[in-house]
């Protein structure tokens, strides 16, 4: 395995094992500039009141189109960070900038998706991908524009025909396709998910993450996916983000330049695994 197929750094841009901070932010030592990011949070604390930090001395960039996937145990803060880079909760220190401009609360122009797909049983399939697409903070679009979106949402997570059909009559993954339709009828250009796959079977969830990877490429959209399982983040990321400690903090990266479908590289994928296992051990062995 080279070096170019795959490497992991600190969050202070030195390669592991090396010393000391350099003072600079994530994205700087990617060598982004901030037209370059899709997403940009700086220097990030969160924490309850009269609670202990959640997380502190957070800061991280994702690329447009790029996947991100945000890995660590439980307890780390990792949902609670993809909340507040949601928009959903505000930090308690710190920025963040979305597609250039200072996010303060959640933008029409990202989407998300949780563990449960939470479809409204009265709604068909095609009335839950389209639901929310008429909500005021929503951009004006014309009817058939909006029918257009969500017949082409359907169609991309393999549902074509299923439009009026009720979340009753849908099996977990088939509920699960349609939650990812109804983000992506919002035509995002990031989308955050908290461990959508988490409650599947094994082989519905590999379907549903390889189905993940071909849609946000089709649909030019970034992702931000939060998950505990290695394999799903090797299985999915262009680039793994380490989050550990408690308070949580960023430890480690890796970019990940393996080609689709991924499973046809078991050396590259197995060394990998144990590297970010490796990781994950060291930073439980010195919390």
């Not at 609670?51 to 960039?61: G, M, Q």
Request: hydrophobic share 45%; charged share 20%.
């Amino acid at each position: 395995m080279s070096e170019a197929t795959l490497s992991g750094t600190r969050p202070d841009g030195a390669q592991p094992g090396g010393g000391g901070r350099s003072g600079k932010s994530l994205g700087e030592n990617l060598g982004e500039q901030p037209g370059d990011c899709a997403l940009r949070a700086e220097a990030l604390r969160f924490a309850y009141p009269g609670r202990a930090p959640t997380f502190e001395d957070i800061s991280l960039s994702i690329r447009p189109r790029e996947i991100v996937c945000l890995l660590g145990g439980s307890g780390c803060g990792k949902s609670t960070l993809l909340r507040v880079l949601a928009g959903l909760q505000a930090p308690s220190s710190g920025a963040i900038s979305f597609l250039g401009a200072p996010l303060r609360e959640p933008s029409p122009r990202s989407a998300l998706v949780f563990q449960q797909a939470s479809l409204l049983p009265w709604l068909t399939v095609a009335g839950n991908v389209g639901f929310g697409l008429d909500f005021a903070r929503q951009p004006a679009i014309a009817r058939a524009a909006h029918a257009e979106r969500v017949q082409q949402a359907i169609a991309a997570v393999g549902l074509a025909g299923s439009e009026r059909r009720y979340p009753a009559a849908l099996s977990g993954g088939m509920a699960q396709r349609v939650a990812l339709a109804r983000a992506l009828a919002r035509q995002p250009e990031l989308l955050f998910a908290d461990e959508p796959f988490s409650a599947l079977d094994a082989i519905t969830r590999a379907e549903m993450q390889t189905l993940l990877v071909e849609v946000v490429h089709q649909w030019h959209s970034a992702v931000l996916l939060v998950t505990h399982d290695i394999d799903e983040a090797i299985l999915v990321a262009d680039r793994i983000v380490l989050m550990g400690g408690q308070p949580g903090r960023i430890v480690r990266e890796w970019q990940v330049d393996l080609p689709h479908p991924r499973l046809a590289h078991a050396a590259a994928i197995g060394a990998l695994r144990l590297e970010i296992l490796a990781a994950l051990l060291d930073e439980r062995a010195g919390a």
